[in-house]
């Protein structure tokens, strides 16, 4: 059971990996996908049996919504948006990478020292979430376009929900339904966002808004 | 203490009542002025009884805020505070009815009154807050109020440079008084911010006293006026509308010096040198602020200098109390304390009659420019006279109020220079003092004489005509108000016991035994002062009653056979004070513009062509102080302007990276 859980918490990190290193917006919001549904399925490893029926409707919530909803919801803005199909990094493709790796060796020293005021489940189930925040920070900071910011900040929500799962056993899932309820508004809003500076500007680059500035 | 609350409520209500009706000027403006006027009537009943009977009452409210308690309290000091600010603020209430009439449709007078309340509610909190966070809060609430109303024509570029001189020399000082706030709150250390706690620490102060009096000195000093920091004023009071600059410059002023001794009585027995400081600084800005005044061209920024003046004056007289204190001689404290809590109202009253006088001559000429006017004396009578009253007033002559206050200082001088000592002190306080009252009547001899005298010099003061009922009737009261502390002198005198003891902790009964000789010196004055007044009207109905039944014209002076003099042949205000700004060229560095009289050569030539001649007088500290420290400032600021580089993916990474390193700090 441990084995299994550690074996989706690689992948889950792998696909944080895909996330940066893909040069195109569509596998940027598979990998996401992939993201959420392994994400649904985490709470069905780490809950305890007589958690057993709660785990099981949140982990189909999730899986529903960060698994096929977001990425729909995304995909069609997509195609709706007509932008061009590549991410536009700030930062190259492997120097991404080169960053990536290194706050993951981050977020395994913060898992190591962050004091918890219960054990976790599993001790990868911390590093992962820190990972997953610092990588939706890093996306949101490091590519151009509106949509990817969307995206980074799915997996930003992504890491919160992981860290809430850390303590699935002691926290009631009010939380977790919450963290939910939370990315569903982002999402709304993001796209809304989205929708308005595609409009004004006729594209969806944000680092075109410096025309903003003083 | 719930009137006061209440007219301080109704202040702020009446100012959002205002602000609702906006862009409706003439409902706004009706509003905003009986709101003004009739809040802080409602006030001054309760500020007065309290001064008189000196008792001090307290209200704490529930209030959630860290630190913070909405505790309020008002003893003799604050209600002596009170007074001048509800006052002016009440006088200006209903002279802004009048003044700002003219501004109907054009601006909004909502937001005017909005904010012009909000001053006047905001000082009153101040006075009576006695919790750090609720002082702090009110203080700034008053500054941010003061900024909207400097900048109101805001659409002139030199209005919005004073906004912004006037809106980082407030921060600046707020940035020390929130230092020393929170020092106070350490000594205290019970995590109480209240002043009753801060009451209690005098023994634990140690050697926090001197920085915190230090604090107060800069930080409050820069609200004051006192110089080097008084560089805003100049600037903020002409770009004013004319009854806030009377407000600002009456009252506002002066919550600078009401924290300076709120502090005080926090800190328990003074330094000797904490009084000679105040001493120094009071001599300071009394001269430099009249010199700067003398050599002045625009009316209201003349004012705005005798303002920096008259400060220094009041920070005289708490020096010599201070010293008083701390040598163990209760007459020089009580004289001196007297003197310069009896002088923050004497200058509120005279300051905003001039500051009100000047407002009208602006609206009735259209200009400030002191060499553009001139005669106004037959077009504008009221303004003329009132205008005089003050200007009689400011220059301490008897029998107007501000004579009384610099009186008691005198005599505390004096009474200082007769013991060993205190003789030093006593004779420079005395020396300065008559100086500084010399300088002030030459000034006004000048601004009163240019302004009002004489023949117009442009179709400014050709075309004057006279303000406004309201703004003549706020005009006369402010006069009355001078007059009549002058001549009721002994009676107010004494209605300062109760704050004097409070400032100079000194026991009530004593301050009044002390205060006796001067009252009755005082009373001698009033009495002759009386017979002279008396003297003046009855000859004054004569005449009225001799040239009843005559006709009257008036004519050119005689101008020795001259046959055609022109208005330009008067003196002009710079003219009028070279000698002084001669005299005094050294401090002043006044550079004019001379035209040439010789060729390239150096070989004079007969028929000159037109010339031009003028003189300006910059601040020495705003040019060659403040300056370049600001310019130096900028260069280093600008260095970091690569950090707002307008992507939000910055902004973003600025975020992430000080919570990262944040995170990484608490966990290492």
């Known amino acids: 059971m441990n084995l299994f859980t550690d074996v989706v918490i690689a992948v889950l990190i792998l696909t944080n990996l895909r996330l940066i290193a893909s040069s195109r917006i569509s596998a940027c919001i598979y990998a996401v996908a992939c993201q959420g549904v392994l994400l649904g399925v985490l709470p069905l490893l780490v809950g305890s049996s007589h958690l057993m029926v709660r785990a099981c409707a949140l982990s189909g919530v999730t899986v529903m919504l960060k698994g096929f909803f977001f990425p729909w919801l995304l995909l069609r803005a997509l195609k709706s948006a007509n932008v061009r199909r590549e991410m536009e990094p700030l930062v190259g493709y492997t120097s991404s990478l080169m960053i990536g790796a290194l706050l993951l060796a981050t977020a395994m020293w913060f898992g190591r020292q962050l004091p918890l005021p219960v054990p976790a489940h599993s001790p990868m189930v911390l590093p992962l979430a820190m990972f997953n925040i610092m990588v939706g920070l890093f996306v949101i900071v490091s590519r151009a376009k509106a949509i990817t910011q969307v995206l980074g900040y799915l997996v930003m929500e992504n890491g919160i929900y992981a860290f809430g799962l850390a303590f699935a056993l002691s926290e009631p899932s009010l939380v977790e339904l919450g963290i939910l309820l939370d990315a569903f508004m982002a999402v709304f809003v993001m796209g809304i966002t989205i929708f308005h500076i595609s409009r004004e500007f006729d594209h969806m680059d944000t680092d075109r808004l410096t025309a903003l500035r003083d | ?668």
């Not at chain 2, 109704?10 to 009739?38: K, P, Q």
């Not at chain 2, 100086?435 to 601004?447: E, R």
């Not at chain 2, 280093?636 to 690569?642: E, T, V």
């Open chain 2, 1 to 668: 203490m719930l009137i006061v609350l209440f007219a301080i409520g109704l202040l702020f209500l009446s100012g959002f009542l205002a602000l609702s009706v906006g862009r409706n000027g003439g409902v706004a403006n009706l509003l905003g002025g009986c709101g003004a006027f009739s809040g802080s009537l409602i006030g001054l009943v309760e500020a007065v009884e309290i001064l008189a009977s000196g008792r001090t009452e307290q209200i704490r409210w529930a209030w959630s805020v860290p630190y913070g308690s909405f505790l309020v309290r008002i003893d003799a000091l604050s209600a002596l505070f009170l007074i001048p600010i509800f006052i002016l603020c009440a006088v200006c209430g209903l002279y802004g009815y009048g003044y700002m009439k003219s501004f109907c449709g054009c601006k909004n007078l909502g937001a005017y009154w909005f904010f012009f309340n909000g001053l006047a509610a905001s000082m009153a909190m101040v006075a009576v807050a006695a919790n750090g966070v609720l002082f702090l809060m009110s203080w700034e609430i008053m500054a941010l109020c003061s900024f909207f109303l400097v900048t109101f024509e805001h659409e002139e570029g030199s209005v919005q440079r004073a906004g912004w001189i006037y809106l980082a020399a407030t921060h600046i000082g707020t940035a020390f008084l929130l230092v020393l706030f929170l020092m106070l709150g350490h000594v205290a250390g019970n995590g109480s911010l209240d002043f009753n706690a801060f009451l209690g620490s005098h023994g634990k102060m140690g050697g926090y006293a001197d920085v915190v009096f230090l604090l107060a000195v800069i930080g409050f000093g820069s609200k004051a006026g006192f110089v080097p920091f008084h560089i805003w004023l100049p600037e903020a009071h002409p770009a004013a509308p004319s009854p806030v600059s009377a407000v600002m410059s009456g009252v506002m002023l002066k919550t600078g010096i009401y924290g300076i001794l709120r502090i005080l009585t926090f800190l328990g027995p003074p330094h000797l040198w904490w009084g000679y400081l105040l001493l120094g600084i009071g001599l300071v800005s009394g001269i430099l602020g009249v010199l700067m005044a003398i050599a002045q061209h625009d009316l209201k920024r003349l004012l705005a200098y005798h303002s920096v003046e008259n400060v220094g004056i009041i920070a005289l007289g708490l020096g010599l109390g201070i010293l008083g204190v701390v040598w163990h001689l209760p007459v020089l404290a009580v004289l001196g304390f007297g003197g310069g809590l009896l002088h923050v109202i004497n200058h509120a009253l005279f300051k905003g009659l001039l500051f009100m006088g000047a407002g009208s001559v602006q609206h009735g000429a259209g200009t400030r420019q002191i060499d553009l006017l001139g005669g106004l004396i037959k077009r504008m009578p009221w303004t003329c006279v009132t205008f005089l009253i003050g200007a009689v007033a400011i220059c301490g002559l008897p029998p107007l109020n501000g004579f009384v206050s610099e009186f008691l200082i005198y005599m505390g001088g004096f009474h200082g220079v007769g013991l060993a000592r205190s003789a030093a002190a006593g004779a420079v306080l005395i020396i300065g003092l008559a100086l500084i009252g010399g300088l002030a009547a030459a000034c006004f001899t000048k601004a009163f004489g240019v302004v009002f005298l004489g023949e117009p010099r442009s179709p400014y003061g050709a075309d004057a005509h006279e303000a406004g009922l309201s703004m003549r009737v706020a005009m006369l009261l402010l006069a009355a108000g001078c007059v009549g502390i002058g001549l009721f002198s002994p009676w107010v005198v004494k209605l300062m016991g109760h704050a004097v003891a409070e400032s100079g902790a000194i026991p009530y009964e004593a301050v009044q035994g002390f205060l006796a000789p001067a009252s009755s010196a005082l009373l001698k004055v009033a009495v002759v002062s009386g017979c002279f007044l008396f003297v003046v009207l009855v000859l004054c109905l004569i005449r009225a009653k001799i040239l009843s039944g005559r006709t009257s014209s008036s004519e050119g002076t005689w101008d020795c056979g001259y046959f055609r003099p022109t208005a330009r042949m008067q003196y002009t205000a710079s003219s009028f004070a070279q000698p002084v700004t001669a005299m005094f060229e050294a401090i002043l560095r006044t550079r004019s513009h001379t035209p040439s009289f010789s060729d390239p050569r150096g070989a004079p030539v007969f028929f000159p062509d037109a010339a031009l001649f003028e003189s300006h007088t910059e601040d020495f500290f705003l040019k060659s102080v403040y300056a370049p420290l600001f310019m130096a400032v900028k260069r280093f600021a600008l260095k970091f302007r690569f950090l707002q580089a307008g992507r939000v993916q910055f902004y973003i990474l600025y975020i992430a990276l000080t919570l990262f390193v944040l995170l990484i700090w608490c966990l290492r």
